[in-house]
């Protein structure tokens, strides 16, 4: 199990094609940003974790948007941000400010 600690203002989760279609696991990415609402600014991710074929995500502990027209999920305010792969999963924690 690796975690990888970041600082950061705001992420972004989202999945990414399955390699194989008949595959129930799919490959994720976690991105870091510098300002809140990544969605909404045009600037890119300071760092980009990607992950193949996962399960899940688990997020604890945060406050989430879950963004419906991309199925993506943002979380803002952060002060840091831990991401730790555990076999299939990826759990997500960290410190948020008000």
């Known amino acids: 199990m690796e ?10 989760i989202a999945r990414k094609k399955r390699v194989n279609e008949n595959d129930i696991n799919r490959p994720c990415f976690v991105s870091l940003f510098e300002k809140n609402d990544p969605h909404l600014n045009t600037e890119g991710p300071t760092k980009v974790i990607e992950f193949d074929q996962k399960h899940k995500v688990l997020i604890k502990g945060l406050d989430v948007h879950y963004l419906l027209p991309g199925n993506d999920i943002v979380i803002n305010n952060l002060e840091e941000v831990d991401v730790i792969e555990d076999g299939e999963i990826v759990h997500v924690t960290g410190r948020q400010s008000n």
């Open 3 to 12: 975690t990888l600690k970041h600082k950061t203002k705001s992420v972004l």
